[in-house]
């Protein structure tokens, strides 16, 4: 599966945005989809999962309360709607899917660069 990520930008502290990631073939909805970051000079994080059918998620603590993670199987995209950020949440994100864990996935998108400035 290919992941395409977008909906990164520059936003101030207390703002949102909202990720999009769209994956490519006909079996999306096999996938466990997932979101990382990558701060600079820090490791990449798992941030937020969801399963198959969208109706169980999993956060990160850092992110939970703020962030949400969603699904459309019908138009094969997972969001991430990123509410109330910090400049703590500065990072580029990576979507990811896999076939049976969120915090080892196999395929990974380019990447989508937040910036929230204080």
């Known amino acids: 599966v290919q992941l395409q990520a977008s909906g990164g930008g520059l936003v101030q502290a207390g703002g949102s945005l909202r990720l999009s990631c769209a994956a490519s073939?006909?079996?999306?909805?096999?996938?466990?989809m997932g979101w990382f970051r990558q701060a600079p000079g820090k490791e990449r994080e798992f941030v937020a999962g969801?399963?198959?059918?969208?109706?169980?998620?999993y956060y990160a603590d850092s992110v939970k309360g703020r962030f949400t993670i969603s699904r459309d199987n019908a138009k094969n995209t997972v969001y991430l709607q990123m509410n109330s950020l910090n400049p703590e949440d500065t990072a580029l994100y990576y979507c990811t899917a896999d076939l049976s864990s969120w915090f080892k996935p196999y395929y990974w998108g380019q990447g989508t660069l937040v910036t929230v400035s204080s």
């Open positions: 073939g006909r079996t999306f909805s096999r996938y466990f």
């Open positions: 969801i399963s198959l059918s969208g109706t169980s998620t």
